[in-house]
Structure formats: C-alpha cells, structure tokens
C-alpha cells in the first residue's frame, strides 16, 4: 500500500490504511506501507519511509506528501524489492508518491480515491498526465458517492464505492470519561482549518448562553487555541476545555461520554469517518448537510442535519436536543445500528474481494519502464 501523506501526522487517510493494513494482515495477509515521514524512528517495522514530506495548500488544507526524484527513487527501489501480489494506491490523482509508484508499477494496481473537490478543477488540470497514469489501474474505488463524483467529473472514469472503515466495538464498548459533565458538546478535528468549521460552532453556542441553556464544550484535535478563545465570551470560555490532539483511546472515551457530537464542517470532505466513530460510541450527531455528511447520516434518519454555515439553526438544533433526552437515546440506538456497515469485518472484506479479483491471473507487480523522473532530468525538470 502507498500513502501520499506523512505517516506520522493525524489524518483520515493514513488512520484508513494503518487500519487496513492491521485488517489484511489479522487475515494473514503479508503488509508493507510505503508512506513519507517526518520521524523515520518511530515507525513499524512493516512502514517505509520515502522521506520528509512537504507542505502544499490542497482542497481547502495543507497537505504534506512527498514528491520528486529522491521520492521517485525510493518508490522504484520499494516496489522493484518487494515482488508484491498486488500494490494499493491511495489518492494516486494528486501530485504525491500514490501517482509516483502509478507511473512506476506495471501488474495488479488498485487506486482508491478519497478526495471529494468539484471545485477545485485546477487539481486535476494535468489530465492528460494522470489519465495514462489511471488508466493503469485494475480497480477503481471511491470511499463514497462524492468521492466517486470528483472522479467521473475531472478524471472521466468511474469506481465502486467503498466507505472507510471503522473499529466498531472500540467505539462502542469502554469506559467513560469522568472530567466531563453530562450535558457535554463535543467537536473532533484539525480545528484550525476554516473548513472544520469552529468557528461556526463557537458562533452556536454563544446563541445558546445569550438563551440561558447549560452546557459544556470540548474541543479536541491538533491546533492552536489561542486564537478561538480570544474571540469567545468570557463564558463561553469558562465552559469550553481544548484537549489538544488526543490519542485514539482518549478520543474513543470522550465520545462514549458527551451528549452531542457536532460536526459543522464547511467543505471538502469527502466521507466524515468522526461521524462514523461517533455513532458507534453511541453519541448523536448534528452534522451540516454536505454530500458526504448526508450519505454517512442516511439523508438525516441516523442524526441532525442543518445547513452549512447556519449558525443560528444549529443553536435551534442543539437547544432542542439538549432538552429532548429521549430523541438523543433515539439517535444514539439508531446511530450505533447505522454504523455498524462501516465495520472492518464488512468493508475489509469488500476491499479483499477487490484484491482477489484483480490479482486472479497470478500476474506480480514490477516495474516499468517510466521515465519521468530519470536522474539525467532532475536538475533540468526539477
């Protein structure tokens, strides 16, 4: 499997594969992971480090991936030692080193596609680059509809979708976290990315203290505070913990423990993977009415959805639940129940079945012949 963003930096994509990866091999399965790094040290000894990442603005985010001749190398070597059944592209359509090894790799190659951008069109203006480069892959996957969407519109091609997956038992099995009171809000995420929407969220609750209504807030995710609560209440900020990012058993337990999950993102997400974790630990969710949102939701039978950026109409959502503690046992029993075709045991075995069918012929991955990034043309190209 090929990851384009740094191993050790928090993000959905790498959770998906490390999970799949664990999933593959408790199946028996023989893993290797290719992925950038910022600390080679700490890896597991079934990673591969291609080297430090870089920085780029994508869809909305900065995204660290590793790209160029030394990545290029790296790959080559990686693939042409390993004598791998199969290899499993991870957003091989970005500049990253997914579309490195798709240009390197000859054989059985599956791509799967998590990014969901209809906007962002200049992403995928190099078509004629990717498209020989796609074209190459046995199999296509998309982690929902509006990732399969962005595919079909700029790449022209099409892809089963298979959603992320999920522990589900992790979720919804353990203990509680005893430092949060019971009329808890929560929010998970990188919560200085515009697009997560805090913000939005903050702007909700403020409504909610000018209405009277007890609460608390915890926000948890990497991220620098310090420029969310100078803009908050002297209230709001009284009732408001930042945990800083949290470790998977810690962020389990918060979501097992709070009365509301929300999720106010503004854009670009292609799946909603909290949502998911969310519903398994048994916390009802109020999410913004994204595609992707929408799809993990079930068109809102599974939880709340407002419009995105509505501010005030997510205060009239969460004053109503707060209040409603039997509609929050409803979307709890009913969230848990959705989210179990999230599962590993459901989508890892969607993905093995890919597996098995474009690996049937017996055909090895190697190299090929590709050229791009030879050394007699790094200093010129590069």
């Excluded at 059985?108 to 969901?116: A, E, I």
């Excluded at 969407?149 to 522990?167: E, F, M, R, S």
């Excluded at 999720?263 to 292609?270: C, D, H, R």
């Excluded at 474009?358 to 050394?375: I, M, N, P, Q, T």
């Amino acid at each position: 499997m090929v990851s384009p963003y740094g191993w050790d930096l928090p993000g959905g994509v790498q959770a998906h594969i490390h999970d799949l990866a664990l999933y593959c091999m408790a199946q028996g399965h023989d893993v290797s992971v290719m992925a950038p790094a910022v600390d080679e040290s700490n890896l597991p000894d079934w990673v591969t480090s291609s080297g430090r990442p870089i920085a780029i603005p994508y869809n909305g985010a900065v995204a660290r991936v590793a790209f160029g001749p030394v990545a290029n190398r790296r790959v080559r070597k990686w693939i042409n030692e390993g004598e791998f059944d199969l290899l499993h592209l991870h957003e091989p359509a970005i500049p990253s080193l997914s579309l490195l090894a798709c240009w390197a790799a000859e054989g059985p190659l599956v791509g799967t596609f998590h990014v969901s951008a209809p906007k962002q069109k200049a992403i995928y203006a190099v078509g004629p680059i990717l498209e020989p480069a796609i074209e190459k892959l046995h199999a296509r996957i998309a982690v929902s509809e509006t990732a399969r969407t962005t595919l079909t519109d700029h790449l022209d091609t099409d892809a089963v979708v298979i959603p992320n997956g999920i522990n589900h038992s992790d979720f919804a099995v353990g203990s509680r976290a005893t430092d949060l009171p019971k009329r808890t809000i929560g929010f998970i995420g990188r919560f200085e990315e515009p697009r997560k929407g805090l913000s939005i969220l903050l702007e909700s609750c403020e409504i909610l203290l000018a209405r009277g209504e007890q609460f608390h807030l915890v926000v948890a995710g990497p991220g620098d505070a310090s420029e969310f609560s100078e803009t908050m209440s002297a209230e709001l900020r009284e009732r408001t913990q930042f945990l800083g990012r949290v470790s998977e058993s810690r962020k389990q337990e918060v979501l097992r423990s709070i009365a509301l999950y929300v999720a106010p993102n503004t854009g670009g997400e292609s799946f909603g993977i909290i949502l998911a974790e969310a519903m398994a630990a048994g916390a009802p969710v109020i999410a913004s009415d994204l595609p992707a949102f929408q799809d993990v939701l079930e068109g809102g039978a599974a939880g709340e959805i407002f419009s995105v950026g509505d501010s005030a109409e997510l205060a009239a959502r969460l004053s109503a639940l707060l209040s409603d503690p039997s509609r929050r046992e409803q979307l709890k029993a009913i969230g848990q129940k959705s989210s179990h075709r999230f599962d590993w045991s459901i989508v890892g075995e969607s993905i093995l079945d890919i597996y098995r069918m474009v690996s049937a012929a017996g055909e090895k991955v190697r190299l090929g012949s590709d050229l791009r990034f030879s050394r007699d043309r790094e200093d010129k190209n590069l």
